[in-house]
Nanobody, 117 residues
Framework: QVQLVESGGGLVQAGGSLRLSCAAS????????MGWFRQAPGKEREFVAG????????SYAESVKGRFTISRDNAKKTVYLQMNSLKPEDTAVYYC??????????WGQGTQVTVSS
């Protein structure tokens, strides 16, 4: 059984920052790649950031490069998404995902991020 729980979402003004956390109940957490996705109103779910099992390799959507940073703490079984210089277009429900390799199998319930102008 795998369970992912996101936290840290909220309302922030444009230019502000938020840090999302995802706590994973995975026995072998260090073997899983982790990722963040988001879905904005009227749009399909999109990839935001990913990190491999060791944390040594990361990837980002072009729209968030230079502003967002994904990281993980395997001892705490937690993955983070630091979001800086937030824009109104970042408003979305953010989902944490876990999987082996490049395929994500497990998903959290999501946390709302709203950026006001």
């Amino acid at each position: 059984q795998v369970q992912l729980v996101e936290s840290g979402g909220g309302l922030v003004q444009a230019g502000g920052s938020l840090r999302l956390s995802c706590a994973a109940s995975i026995r072998t957490f260090s073997l899983y790649g982790m990722g963040w996705f988001r879905q904005a109103p009227g749009k399909e779910r999109e990839f935001v950031a990913g990190i491999n099992w060791s944390g040594g390799s990361t990837s980002y959507a072009e729209s968030v490069k230079g502003r967002f940073t994904i990281s993980r703490d395997n001892a705490k079984k937690t993955v983070y998404l630091q979001m800086n210089s937030l824009k109104p277009e970042d408003t979305a429900v953010y989902y944490c995902a876990a999987g082996r390799g490049e395929t994500y199998t497990y998903w959290g319930q999501g946390t709302q991020v709203t950026v006001s102008s």
